[in-house]
């Protein structure tokens, strides 16, 4: 029989992590391992592995989700288990989860997903899920063309023998939808919802046009950074990704200065630094260092924050084409 390993990455929340691991405990088929990727948690969630006896674990500084996942996943193929259920630690699977999404495996090589399921009303998508709003809409057990990693997402060993994992110097937010287009776009692999297979998650609250503190949100920039390397595995082309990439700067541009209420200026302004990270593939910035940069720069005065916003849009507007002379040459 082939075996399952359940993977879960987790950083600084240790309730929440005890209530995924005490509902993978409860599965009706039980996964036969449980592994958790602990990225450099500060508070008691390694002394709680330690006293987890049913649990592998792997203590690593803070390399974000990217890092967390590629190290579980790996590690999971390493040890030649078949089947890898990635989830991270906000969420946790109903207890005939596992059992559901192992009976719709038909033998076909196929990411498969749980339904994304809100843990409060227990009945709403949290995202969007084909045309369905709620689990009771779905009458089927498949639905077709649809996932959203890494909530309960099952991979199979073959898919790592032939993508990979994801990718580790992406740190988060993009990394989950990068390593999802390379596996049903550049490699063919078809991807579906098991419907009755229900991992619940809290609703999603982010909304890129709510107004974000200029000084403090740091994930904003890999938002940024990491959307070329998404539209890289979505496309074929390189041109049509970095024109997609070009038109999500210029529509990310234009929320900030409709939606946003504070620091218009200086949000604009900062758009194209991690623009510039991406196409220069410099993955080098952390968390800290982005909030240094974030601090030093909010400190400038509001004149040389106006210079620098007009500069920027400038390059933004009437440098595409060397931009995608730039990648064409990679």
Known sequence: MEKVIAVVVTYNRQALLSECI?????????????????????DNTEQWLEQQKDIHFI??????????????????????????????????????????????DDGCLRLYNCAVVDKENKKSFVWKT?????????????????????????????????VGVPQPKFFLWGDETEYYY?????????????????HYHPASAFSYKQDWDYK?????YFYVRNRLHI?????????????????FLVAFA??????????????????????????????????GSILEKLRLRADNNLNNGFVNAVKNIWSLLFTPSSLVKKMQTR
């Not at 403090?216 to 904003?220: C, E, F, N, V």
Request: aromatic residues 10%.
């Open 22 to 42: 005490t509902a993978l405990r409860n599965q009706t088929r039980k996964p036969d391992a449980i592994l958790v990727v602990n990225n450099g948690s500060t």
């Open 59 to 104: 203590n690593q500084k803070n390399v974000g989700s990217s890092g967390g996942f590629a190290t579980g996943i790996n590690w999971a193929y390493q040890n030649k288990y078949s089947w890898i259920w990635c989830m991270d630690d906000d969420g946790y699977p109903e207890q005939h989860a596992l059992a559901n999404m192992l009976d719709a």
């Open 130 to 162: 084909g045309e369905f709003k709620t689990i009771d809409e779905v009458k089927g057990k498949i639905i077709e063309g649809i996932g959203h990693p890494f909530n309960g997402t099952m991979l199979h060993r073959r898919i790592v023998e032939r």
């Open 182 to 198: 390379r596996i049903i776009k550049q490699n063919g692999i078809p991807v579906c919802t098991v419907a009755d297979s229900i």
């Open 216 to 220: 403090t949100t740091w994930k904003m």
């Open 231 to 247: 539209h890289k595995s979505k496309f074929s082309s390189k041109v049509v990704a970095m024109v997609n990439y070009c038109c």
């Open 254 to 287: 234009g929320i900030v200065m409709v939606y946003q209420k504070t620091n218009k200026l200086k949000k604009l302004n900062f758009i194209l630094w991690p623009a510039a990270d991406a196409l220069n593939n410099n993955f080098s910035a952390t968390p």
